[in-house]
């Protein structure tokens, strides 16, 4: 009987719910807790509409470890499945250690007052899981977390000498919205914000956030232009697949988003420092975050689809070869099946099928690790299996931008 507790209630979170339910034969009891109970509650209720299957929900605030561990303790969960924000990672790991519990996220841990994405925090904790005999899965999302299974098969099967790697994520939905994010508003501004980093020759470059821009036509999207950002795979992939001569992120994003997104850089909403308010101490990109559309609110009214996808280059069997591993998936298609648009959906499923294997035993071994480290086949055939389903394509030779 696998037993498993969700933390976060937010698109992400119905997604994984509602997956989750639909595979009972490796999930057979579940609990999901959010800091707002009514948005657990409400999930549920879908869930049980959508599946006939019933999960009990809980109220937690996961900044608090001790409170986090008493929930542990009174749910029993074989995993916890971290899909809050990431600020909370590491309070939520360390309930984990003090009730036994093996442990999975979707990203890297990120203080609250500096925008870094960096997963050393997170690996510091590879001896104190290992010694307890527990695991903890990083990063189990679609970018990071597909994108390093994609990695990993590609080297193990197209690609075995890898030089470079370039993650190209695309969203071509349309909401409708002036201005919104699909997904936490104040993770993703944060991020699209940060200067840019990619590998190069054993170092990482630096160069100023959205100053690198190239347009590339995605199957089944079309052309988008596309802006060279830092991604945490960056991080761990380059750590474990040292080889890489260059390893780069890029991402899509619209003229009238990213005139938006000026406009708020320029008047200091996107600000993570406090201000002053009538008296009270508030964070600006907190507050924006407050008024903008709520991410799991936008699927209704979301339509086109989603290309997210790993173009490597290097040697296979002595000849030179690059490859084009992608999957493309359907926003109104996701909406029609959990009731979320495709960006919640590429993420919350991802999730699902880390916890499946860790719980039947086929990922589970004690320590800290990152996809990419463990076996991509499984993971690759259920993504077939569970509505993200991976094509690719070999390409004349390396990616020239």
Not at 86 to 109: K, R, W
Not at 276 to 284: A, D, H, L, M
Not at 288 to 310: E, F, S, Y
Not at 333 to 350: D, I, K, L
């Given at each position: ?117 960096e ?58 919205q002036?201005?919104a ?20 020759d ?45 390893a ?46 709520d ?50 959906y ?25 996809l ?30």
């Amino acid at each position: 009987m696998a037993n498993v507790l969700v933390i976060g209630a937010g698109g992400v979170g119905s997604v994984c719910l509602h997956k989750m339910a639909m595979l009972s034969e490796r999930f057979d009891n579940i609990t999901l807790a959010s800091r707002t109970l009514a948005k657990c509650d409400a999930i549920a209720a879908s869930v049980e509409q959508r599946t006939g299957r019933q999960i009990a929900t809980a109220e937690i605030d996961a900044d608090d470890t001790k409170a986090t561990a008493a929930l542990i303790e009174r749910v029993q969960p074989d995993l916890v499945v971290n899909l809050a924000l990431p600020y909370q990672d590491l309070t939520i790991m360390d309930a984990c250690l003090l009730t036994g519990v093996d442990y999975l996220d979707t990203a890297n841990y990120e203080p609250r007052d500096e925008a870094k994405f960096e997963y050393h925090w997170q690996w510091a904790y590879q001896d104190k899981f290992a010694e307890r005999g527990l695991m903890a899965l990083l990063g189990a999302g679609f970018d990071p977390g597909v994108t390093n299974v994609f990695t990993a098969y590609i080297r193990k099967h197209l690609v075995a000498q890898m030089q470079t790697l370039d993650i190209l994520d695309c969203n071509g939905g349309d909401h409708g919205q002036a201005f919104a994010t699909n997904f936490n508003p104040e993770i993703n501004i944060r991020e699209v914000t940060a200067p840019a980093r990619h590998w190069q020759d054993g170092e990482w470059v630096e160069t100023p956030a959205l100053s690198h821009k190239q347009s590339f036509d995605f199957p089944e999207v079309g052309a988008r232009n596309m802006y060279l950002m830092y991604h945490e795979e960056l991080e761990s992939l380059s750590k474990h697949y040292p080889e890489l001569q260059r390893a780069r992120f890029w991402m899509t994003f619209g003229d009238a988003y990213l005139t938006h997104l000026e406009v708020l850089q320029n008047i200091g909403m996107t600000s993570i420092e406090p201000v002053i308010y009538e008296g009270r101490e508030i964070v600006p990109l907190q507050f924006l975050k407050a008024v903008l559309p709520d991410p799991g609110d936008l699927g209704k009214n979301t339509h086109g689809k989603t290309c997210i996808g790993n173009i490597v280059s290097g040697t296979h069997e002595g000849q030179p070869r690059s490859v084009y591993l992608y999957n493309v998936c359907d926003h109104e298609a996701c909406f029609a099946e959990v009731g979320s648009q495709a960006v919640s959906y590429t993420t919350g499923v991802p999730a699902m099928i880390g916890a499946a294997l860790m719980l039947d035993g086929t990922w589970r071994q004690p320590g800290v690790f990152n996809l990419e480290q463990l076996d991509p086949d499984p993971f690759m055939a259920m993504l077939n299996q569970h509505g993200l389903p991976w094509q690719y394509v070999d390409l004349d030779g390396p990616v020239t931008f």
